[in-house]
């Protein structure tokens, strides 16, 4: 099993739908962030939350929202989807704690395309 | 705020050629430096880190990079690449003693001919 599973893989949605992407960890790391890939402009950060009870906007918040249910959860959703959401979505976990596994662990990603 | 440029885009070599990719990142105290591969269809993978000590990281499949603080850079390089080598690579910062958060640069596309 993946150490970050996201849900779904894929997605297409119109615009104007709420959708919520999943991601789950079993690496035991408090800390959890959303980026987006786009081409060109590499990862962007989303949000990212150290632990249940904290949540910080990244750098492209606007239009999305998150949810840390539990340590091992974080849930990102897209209120009203409009097509400049597309993109492949990534969650990742971190463990500053851990030297030998600084850096990130990133899930497989999820590929949303707006209509 | 800090942020890494990554200046080129896309880059094509043969099998065998010596590969150098370029990270320039802006941030003036303590940074722990990374760089991502992305092979194609998949997720972001570590292929090396920079944290303190040796300035020269070696990391995955003959990669290194070198960590020259006075030009603020961190190239990437591998004295001869292989096809396998195909991917996006992403150069990234992380600033300060703890992991808040990496910065990612805009990626490289190497391509290689065989």
């Known amino acids: ?115 | 705020a800090q942020s890494v440029s990554q200046h080129n885009h896309h880059v094509i070599l043969s099998e065998a050629a010596s590969l150098e990719l370029g990270c320039n990142y802006s941030y003036g105290g303590t940074v722990n430096l990374f760089w991502y591969v992305q092979y194609p269809g998949q997720h972001l993978q570590l292929l090396l880190k920079y944290f303190s000590g040796d300035p020269l990281v070696k990391g995955i499949k003959g990669f290194e990079a070198e960590f020259i603080k006075s030009k603020f850079s961190f190239n990437l390089r591998k004295p001869s690449v292989q096809w396998s080598d195909t991917a996006e690579y992403f150069c990234a910062v992380n600033a300060g003693s703890s992991a808040s958060k990496i910065i990612f640069g805009s990626g490289t596309r190497l391509s290689i001919r065989p």
């Open chain 1, 1 to 115: 099993d993946a150490d970050v599973t996201q849900t779904p893989r894929n997605r297409i949605t119109k615009t104007g739908k709420r959708i919520m992407l999943e991601c789950s960890q079993t690496k035991g790391h408090d800390r959890m962030y959303w980026y987006r890939q786009d081409p060109g402009l590499g990862l962007r950060l989303i949000y990212y939350s150290f632990d249940v009870k904290d949540i910080n906007k990244g750098e492209i918040s606007d239009g999305y929202s998150v949810s840390r249910q539990a340590q091992a959860k974080f849930s990102l959703s897209l209120e009203s989807a409009i097509p400049n959401q597309t993109a492949l979505y990534f969650c990742a976990t971190s463990d500053p704690k851990n030297r030998d596994n600084y850096g990130y662990t990133f899930g497989s990603g999820t590929r949303l395309t707006v209509v």
